[in-house]
């Protein structure tokens, strides 16, 4: 009976060193989970932002084909159906949880969010026709195991756009 102790000892020890690293795997993989969650949406959204001021200025005259604001973006372009002209809203702004997200709103629509945890939409005009927008989303959740900041994991996307409307 004097044998069995040390090997529940032992066998309750490894089991306990299992679960751990189980444990800290299954965070490590959490973690990475809501990055490349957030890679993903904020790409989809770039992609869509470059694909929507591609259109910006189409059969505008005396007529900006977009304004860019901190955090935001408006693009102006005429309705081939109704001959008016028509804008896309993108706007960074908190949630309910004050969480940042990247909003679009269509003329007369309500605002929709378009990426969840998104920071910031930046552009930089180089010249009359090219733009660089860059994105920053965070995770969802802040990482305690981070040692600078506030936790969050970050991410910044950028790419250039050139304007075909001007």
Not at 76 to 83: I, K, L, Q, V
Not at 87 to 115: C, H, I, M, W
Not at 133 to 151: E, F, K, M, P
């Amino acid at each position: 009976a004097q044998a069995r102790i040390p090997s529940l000892s032992m066998a309750v020890l490894v089991a306990g060193a299992a679960m751990e690293f189980y444990v800290s795997q299954h965070k490590i993989w959490l973690i990475e989970t809501e990055v490349a969650e957030a890679q993903q949406m904020a790409r989809a959204s770039l992609d869509e932002i470059s694909s929507a001021l591609r259109l910006g200025g189409y059969q505008l005259r005396n007529h900006p084909a977009f304004l860019a604001g901190t955090d935001s973006l408006t693009i102006y372009y005429r309705n081939d159906a109704t001959g008016e002209v028509d804008t896309v809203f993108y706007f960074v702004a908190p949630d309910f949880s004050s969480r940042p997200n990247l909003y679009r709103k269509l003329k007369g629509e309500s605002p929709q969010v378009l990426s969840e945890n998104v920071e910031s939409l930046t552009l930089t005009q180089y010249g009359p026709n090219l733009l660089d927008i860059a994105l920053t989303s965070r995770s969802v959740n802040s990482d305690s195991t981070l040692i600078h900041g506030d936790g969050y994991r970050r991410r910044t996307f950028q790419t250039q756009v050139r304007l075909r409307n001007l």
